[in-house]
Each structure stands twice: as structure tokens, then as C-alpha cells.
């Protein structure tokens, strides 16, 4: 699978890819690692959401035709668990740009 694969024009109408790309188009994101020429910062892409996006789908908290949200149209416990996923996934990144800063 790969992990930051480029988003279709599917993805691109998913109301959940849009949510997150909203979340994260201002950040910063480290790039490469000590195995890389390139080691810096740079703007989100749609596949930073990609791969955020991804990770959800596999939690199995996504359902309908474009993954939307239960919580959406459900249940607000499950939003809150997406939401929940989505600062664990952000809370790992930071940890790893400060490991890969040192």
C-alpha cells in the first residue's frame, strides 16, 4: 500500500478528506529523515490527507459511499472517536519530527 498515495477526484469530493485538509493545510510538516538528502519543513499535501485519511478508514469508524463519518449522521461518540484518532495521528507526528530533529 502506499502510504502517500495521491488523492482521486473521489477522494477530492469526500466531505471527510475535505474536513481534515481543512485541519491541516496551514501545518508545517517535517520531511525526510537521516536516510534522506532532504531534511526540512514544508505545507500539508492532499497526500498528508491521504495518508490521515487512510489510517481512519482503517479504524472501521468510517461507513457510507464516501467513508463519511457515522458521527455525521449517527452518533456524536463515534465523531469524537474520529476526532480522538485524528489527535493521536497528530500528537505521533509531532513526537516524530522532535526524534527526527535531534
Do not use: C
Amino acid at each position: 500500500m502506499d502510504e502517500y498515495p495521491d488523492p482521486t477526484k473521489k477522494d477530492l469530493d469526500d466531505p471527510v478528506f475535505n474536513t481534515i485538509w481543512d485541519a491541516i493545510k496551514k501545518w508545517d510538516l517535517s520531511r525526510g529523515n537521516e536516510n534522506t538528502l532532504y531534511r526540512g519543513y514544508s505545507g500539508a499535501t492532499g497526500n498528508d490527507v491521504m495518508h490521515i485519511l487512510n489510517a481512519i478508514r482503517h479504524t472501521g469508524l468510517l461507513v457510507g459511499e464516501y467513508q463519511q463519518p457515522s458521527a455525521f449522521v449517527q452518533k456524536q461518540e463515534s465523531y469524537i472517536k474520529l476526532l480522538e484518532a485524528v489527535l493521536d495521528l497528530q500528537n505521533a507526528a509531532m513526537k516524530a519530527m522532535i526524534l527526527l530533529s535531534k
